[in-house]
């Protein structure tokens, strides 16, 4: 069982060897690179008149932060307001059964 195991994952390995350099020398004949033309250069080209719309890095990651913030001290909050409530019960539970059993 072993051996017929090992034989048809070497086959699978060699088929898939064949393969990959079957398909690299396809891709390497089709993809050469272009120089992009003018119109693409103009198009790349940063434009002065957006640069007030364009969003700082640094702000960026400081809102960022702050929302990463803000959602853990939720989570904490809720987390902490779930375990409040449960203590709270089981201790209505146990004064109710304390009193219940005393009268």
Do not use: W
């Not at 939720?74 to 009193?99: F, L, T, W």
């Amino acid at each position: 069982m072993a051996f017929l195991l090992r034989n048809s994952i070497t086959s699978h390995f060699q088929s898939h060897s064949q393969r990959a350099q079957n398909d690299s020398l396809s891709q390497s004949r089709r993809q050469f690179h272009v120089e992009p033309g003018p119109r693409e250069k103009a198009l790349l080209a940063e434009d002065p008149s957006l640069k007030r719309f364009k969003s700082h890095k640094k702000g960026v990651a400081r809102i960022k932060r702050l929302g990463d913030v803000l959602t853990v001290v939720v989570v904490a909050s809720c987390c902490y307001e779930i375990y409040v409530r449960a203590v709270m019960r089981e201790e209505a539970r146990k004064q109710a059964g304390a009193s219940g059993a005393s009268a």
